[in-house]
């Protein structure tokens, strides 16, 4: 089926958080998942998240509804899917990436999204001063499944 797509969508979220540093700094989310609502609300829609590449979180009653789509907020508030002291640290270097299947009775899709901090740092040292993080998506890519992602599809 032609024309599904998931993209990215702005959505102000912040927090305070305490850096592995030990600073306490703002942490802002600037973009969100969107997801067409005819997908949304399939009977047979799952959402799978994969915040460290490693393992998929099925994730549940979490979305934003926003009329005629609904969207994934990657870092609530609550239940953050993401260890955001260690998880800040890192992205002031490097970009960060993570992974999102979505099943229906419509159409399966996974998508690479790699997160960019505003603020980036170009730096060596493992010492970070005090700077907020501002975080966007970079990119959202369509790709394809590996065997691994078949229980996720079944």
Do not use: W
Not at 128 to 150: G, R, Y
């Amino acid at each position: 089926m032609y024309g599904f797509k998931l993209d990215k969508e702005e959505i102000k979220s912040h927090q305070k958080v305490k850096t592995v540093n030990g600073y306490d700094i703002d942490f802002y989310a600037y973009e969100g998942l969107k997801i067409p609502k005819i997908i949304a609300e399939d009977k047979k829609f799952k959402l799978f998240f994969s915040p460290y590449k490693d393992e998929y979180l099925e994730i549940g009653e979490v979305l934003i509804d926003r009329g005629n789509f609904y969207l994934f907020n990657f870092f609530p508030k609550e239940n953050s899917y993401f260890i955001l002291n260690n998880f800040t640290n890192k992205i002031k270097k490097e970009n960060h990436s993570s992974y999102i299947i979505v099943t229906s009775s419509l159409i399966d899709l996974k998508y690479k999204v790699i997160f960019k901090d505003l603020n980036k740092i170009e730096t060596s040292s493992d010492f970070l001063p005090k700077m907020d993080c501002k975080i966007e998506i970079e990119s959202l890519e369509q790709i394809s499944f590996i065997p691994e992602d078949i229980k996720y599809l079944e």
